[in-house]
Structures are given as C-alpha cells and as structure tokens.
C-alpha cells in the first residue's frame, strides 16, 4: 500500500521537470520571433480630486508593457507612474495625470504603449471621488445602512401579517420567500459577470464567479447539515441572513463604486431603489422563523448580518476595489443564497407532505409568482 502511494510521485515529477523545461529553453519561441508582443490593459478604477486624474491599470501583456503616452480629450499629457518601469503581466501601477477636468462632463481617455497600441477609457460624469477623511467614510456609511439594514428590519413588518393567514398563510410565506431568492440568484450572478467584464481578462473573472458559487453552496450544505440533519426554523433564517449579506455586500461594493466613479448621477433616487428592493429581503429571512421565536434579538442580529455587510461594502467601493473582488463577492453571494433556496425549498416540501397538500397548490404558485414579481418590479425602479 506505502509503495502504491509513492508511486504517485513519479508522474508528479515527470510533470514538474515538464514545465521546468519549458520554461528554461522555451523551445518554441522561435515561431514567434519578431512578431510584437500581445498587449492588454485594463482601466479598473478612476479617481479624481483637485490635482487631476488618477487612474489604476492592470496589464496582461506577452511582455511587461510601457505607458509610453496618455491622451485626455484628444491630447497629449504628462503623467506620472507608481510604481515605475514597465508593468509585468497582471501587475497594477497609478498613473497620475494632472489634468483640469470639468465636473459634470465626460472625459475620454487614451493610454499608448510604447509598442503604438492604444487602450482607450471613458469618464462619463465627471465629479470629485470621496476621500478618506471621516465626512466621507460616514457618508458612504450612510448609504449602506441605508440600503442595507434599513429595508430588511422594514422587511420584517410584514411577517405578522402573513402569519395570520394560518398554515395557508406560512406556505404561501415560504413560496413567497422562494421567489424572492430565485430572482435574487439570478441578479445576483447577472451582477456578477457585468462587473466580471471590467476585470482583467487573463483573471478569468466571469468563470471565479461560477467556480466561488458553487464552492460557496457546497461549503454551506455541509455545513449546515453537519448534525445529520439540515437547519430549519431560526437556524434557516440565519443561512438566509449570511446569503443575502454576502450578496449585500458585493452591492454595497458595487454601490460605493458607482459613486466614486460619478455613474450614479440621481443617486439619491437610485440609493432610494435599492432600499426599497431589499426590503424584501426581511419577509424572506423570517418566512422560517415560527412566530414565538420573532425576539427582538433575533431580528436585530438577523439584519445585522443580512443588511451590516452593506456598510463596509460602500465604504471599501468607494475608495478602490478591484472588480475582479467585487465579482468574486457577488459569486459567493449567489453560492450562499443557492444553498438557502435548497434549505427554503426542503422545507416547503416537508411540510406540504405533513399536512399531505400538493407542492403546487394554488398558495404556492402565487406565493412563488409574487416573490418573482415583487423583485422584478423593485428591481426595475433601481436600474431606472
């Protein structure tokens, strides 16, 4: 058996001496002598203050690449790089570029290699990105609570209502509930591959928002049912409160982002959407919960762990985030709320096969289309 096992070490070091060889002699460079480098560079964050324009670049060139130029409007600017030199494959580097933009209108932007290739970057709105002084780490605070934990203790308002239907009312609870995760998984991995396409393509960005998914729902699965059973009642509730604050806090880095960049012009209006979209959220954490277990407690650590990722969330989007972990937040985001949509869902059928009421009976289907609808309708005022 001992002698079985080591016998794995050989192909293991046929495999190492492979890429070892590889690349020492780099055998077939040849084929492409004289050919120019592939270059890629991509603009993942924006900074504007009083001295100009501060852009983060990452490469994923051949070859370490060289800012040779950069445009602003059609012409030509100094700038200054940090780190200096080129910049090797998947490195960052800031360039500072002192230049007198205009609030409130569009800046085009054009960094040349020393190769000629050019890679281009459009600010649409231009306006002041919030510094770290306490003003501005309060404010975007603000927002998160806002979006955040705000709507989902609002979100619990709504449970006693639904409870005193009776058994017809917790099914159509537990459908409503499965509704509202359905579309919320969706959005969730929609959001994620958008900011997915911002990354650097060599990240790979859009397959770690599908690999940290399943990984996630996996993680949680055999965690929660590591005592032979899966988790039903407030232990349910708080899975749910871990999945929507994942997902809440991949919004919040996608909120913070938004307005470090200007691309929420009305974002009063668009803070007010997301509020109203999550309230949602706290009739789907407490559709579970039996109505003697509602303490005052649970609910507050319940939005607390559902809404609170918000918070730190626009706080760390609005100073700089690479999209490469706003997408993977937003992966394990759908991973966690996957595993509660198989929980919500085990649940809702054991107890239609206790009360002996088919799964699709009329209370479901409403309950399951309501949560769809109310999603989608709030939904529609955020991106509007």
């Known amino acids: 058996m ?64 060289i800012i040779a130029q950069v445009q602003v409007d ?3 600017r100094t700038f200054s790089q940090d780190p200096v030199g080129p910049i090797g494959y998947l490195e960052t580097a800031r360039l500072d570029i002192p230049y007198p933009w ?28 919030p510094g770290t002084t306490i003003s501005d780490l309060f404010g975007l605070a603000l ?18 209502a639904l409870m005193s239907f009776g058994e017809s009312g917790r099914q159509f609870a537990l459908a409503l509930t499965i509704g509202l995760l359905a579309f919320l998984l969706v959005d969730t991995v929609g959001e994620g591959l958008e900011v997915a396409e911002k990354a650097a393509g060599s990240l790979k960005a859009d397959l770690i928002v599908w690999l940290s998914a399943l990984l996630t729902s996996l993680t949680l699965l055999a965690i929660g049912r590591r ?40 974002a009063s209006f668009l803070v007010l959407g997301f509020a109203l979209h999550n309230v949602t959220e706290g009739v789907a954490i407490s559709a579970p919960i039996r109505r003697e277990a509602m303490s005052p407690v649970t609910l507050f650590w319940l ?22 972990w706003t997408a993977l937040a937003f992966g394990i985001g759908a991973g966690a709320i996957l595993q509660v949509i198989i929980e919500v869902g085990g649940v809702f059928l054991r107890r239609k096969r206790d009360i002996s009421v088919p799964w699709y009976s009329a209370a479901s289907l409403v309950g399951f289309t309501s949560g769809i609808v109310v999603m989608y309708a709030t939904a529609f005022v955020v991106r509007s």
Request: net charge negative; no cysteine.
């Open 143 to 160: 927002v998160g609570l806002f979006v955040g934990v705000v709507p989902v203790l609002i979100g619990f308002a709504f449970y006693p």
């Open 227 to 266: 005592g032979g059973r899966p988790p039903e009642g407030v232990a349910l509730a708080y899975f749910i409160a871990i999945g929507i604050g994942v997902h809440n806090l991949g919004e919040g880095l996608a909120i913070g982002a938004s307005f470090a960049v200007g691309e929420i012009a009305l």
């Open 102 to 129: 205009i609030a409130g209108e569009a800046h085009h932007l054009v960094f040349l290699t020393s190769t000629g290739a050019g890679f281009e970057h459009s600010i649409d709105v231009a306006i002041a990105t």
């Open 303 to 324: 939005a607390v762990i559902a809404g609170g990722p918000a918070i730190p969330g626009a706080m760390t989007g609005g100073l700089s985030i690479s999209p490469f």
């Open 2 to 65: 001992m002698l079985s096992r080591a016998s794995l070490l050989f192909p293991v070091a046929l495999i190492a001496g492979l890429v070892a060889v590889f690349l020492t002699a780099q055998p077939f460079d040849y084929l492409s002598k004289g050919a120019p480098p592939g270059e890629d560079l991509t603009v993942e964050h924006i900074r504007l203050d009083g001295t100009g324009i501060h852009a983060t670049v990452r490469a994923a060139g051949s070859e370490p690449m």
């Open 74 to 76: 059609g012409a030509y």
